[in-house]
């Protein structure tokens, strides 16, 4: 689809326009997480999800926690104008937590790299809809960077904030303490398989803002 090929710089000023500049980064405090209101958590690490935050060097790919509450997020070349629109409105989402998130040009490498960076392309099997990974890990907890990559043609609102969601950190249910049903529709648009829902929902929001 020739949306699929928008120059980057059209991706990129989407961001600009629709996502507002972010404060200077705050580093998360580490004092003890109290015990979530819904009765489980779904943020990494739990109970049930206890992988160390690797690069994919390290062996199997896995997504991590953020390393700060200011994101910055980017497009690559893969990444047209329809799909920003569609990447944007989920990014929304966050309004209602301690995230701030700015768009830029990705920045792959160095002291500053992009917190996360979209991408499209084929992934097998064709059912994956996306899949989130740490590509730089700043510690056992915790990701520098984050690459996030849609199947080609497939990008939806509920797919960006599901996502979205595992580059912040928050699991499926059979990956939550205690386990729950992973279409549980307290998850949100964190429910698998795709259900459709777009929406963080109030118990995502506060694993969030605990978090962050």
Avoid: K
Wanted: glycine share 8%; proline share 8%.
């Amino acid at each position: 689809m020739p949306a699929l090929h928008h120059p980057r710089h059209l991706a990129a000023a989407l961001l600009a326009v629709l996502i507002p500049v972010a404060p200077a980064a705050r580093v998360a405090a580490t004092r003890p997480r109290p015990t979530p209101r819904g009765g489980y958590s779904n943020m990494y690490p739990t109970a049930n999800a206890r992988w160390r935050c690797h690069d994919p060097s390290a062996g199997a790919l896995v997504f991590c926690r953020a390393d700060h509450a200011a994101l910055s997020v980017g497009f690559d070349r893969s990444i047209g104008g329809r799909d920003a629109v569609t990447i944007v409105r989920a990014l929304g989402q966050m309004r209602g937590t301690r995230l701030t998130v700015h768009g830029e040009r990705p920045v792959m490498s160095g002291p500053n790299r992009t917190d996360i960076v979209y991408q499209a392309g084929r992934l097998l099997p064709v059912q994956v809809l996306g899949m989130t990974w740490c590509a730089r890990a700043r510690s056992p907890r915790r990701c520098d960077q984050h690459i996030v990559r849609f199947q080609a043609g497939a990008i939806t609102t509920a797919v960006a904030c599901h996502e979205t969601g595992h580059a912040v950190g928050l699991t499926h249910g059979h990956e939550a303490a205690p386990r729950i049903s992973s279409s549980d529709p307290r998850l949100g648009c964190m429910r698998t398989p795709d259900s459709g829902d777009s929406l963080l929902r109030t118990h995502n929001v506060d694993e969030i803002n605990r978090t962050y």
